[in-house]
């Protein structure tokens, strides 16, 4: 079945430390996108890519970072720049560009915490 | 304001009722219209989705849309225990690049 695939499920990040949350796709969908979200916010949009080697950046991109080097995967870095980084991270892709004109196809999810 | 007002609820209701979640928006450019499902620790699956005004409906679901009040609902027939979950909506312009601006959700609740 096709599907995003999101690793690890939850993840533990010590104070100044870096980490890198996995996203794989086989849906053959050009666009990828991370969100973040906190309880009683809507998603919040960090970086998407409607190509591959390119991306821009989303609303709150500011101790994020990304790479696209391949069509299938799109992996985000929490940076210890981003000083509060416990959320829900939630990866999607979509078969129209721009940003999900159709709707998404998301993730299960990483659940990150700082410990 | 938020673009996007959405009651987080809980709404609790009891197997078999009708339910009604809601979303109100400020920006009249939006056209594209999406619900979507989020079970706990999981991603939101996409569930309706709608151009324009009008009705749409997809076995016991059926979304509205209200340009002209900005309003959009999502209706949920005969519920059942399996439809506990939070439920965004979602929508988008083209004339903002088709940015999409999701709510913050509504927790439903059926009991059986």
């Known amino acids: 079945d096709g599907g995003i695939t999101q690793s690890p499920k939850y993840l533990f990040r010590k104070e100044g430390q870096n980490v890198t949350l996995s996203c794989e796709q086989n849906l053959n969908h050009d666009a990828m996108y991370w969100y973040r979200q906190d309880p009683g916010q809507g998603l919040r949009l960090i970086y998407y890519?409607?190509?591959?080697?390119?991306?821009q950046k989303g609303d709150i991109a500011e101790g994020y970072s990304v790479s696209r080097e391949k069509k299938e995967s799109f992996p985000l870095t929490v940076t210890s720049a981003q000083k509060n980084p416990t959320a829900f991270y939630l990866c999607a892709s979509s078969r129209a560009t721009p940003q999900g004109r159709y709707g998404y196809t998301f993730g299960s999810g990483t659940r990150l915490t700082v410990v | 304001q938020k673009e996007v007002e959405q009651d987080p609820g809980p709404l609790s209701v009891p197997e078999g009722a009708i339910v009604s979640l809601n979303c109100t928006y400020s920006?009249?450019?939006?056209?594209?219209f999406m619900w979507y499902r989020q079970y706990s620790r999981k991603g939101p699956e996409l569930l309706m989705y709608t151009y324009s005004s009008g009705n749409k409906e997809d076995g016991r679901f059926t979304a509205q849309v209200d340009k002209s009040s900005k309003y959009i609902s999502l209706f949920i027939r005969d519920s059942q225990p399996s439809d506990s979950a939070t439920y965004l909506c979602?929508?988008?312009?083209?004339?903002?690049?088709?940015?999409?601006?999701f709510g913050a959700g509504t927790r439903l609740f059926v009991k059986a």
């Open positions: 890519s409607q190509i591959v080697n390119d991306f």
């Open positions: 979602a929508m988008s312009a083209r004339t903002g690049g088709f940015k999409t601006i």
């Open positions: 920006n009249s450019a939006f056209q594209y």
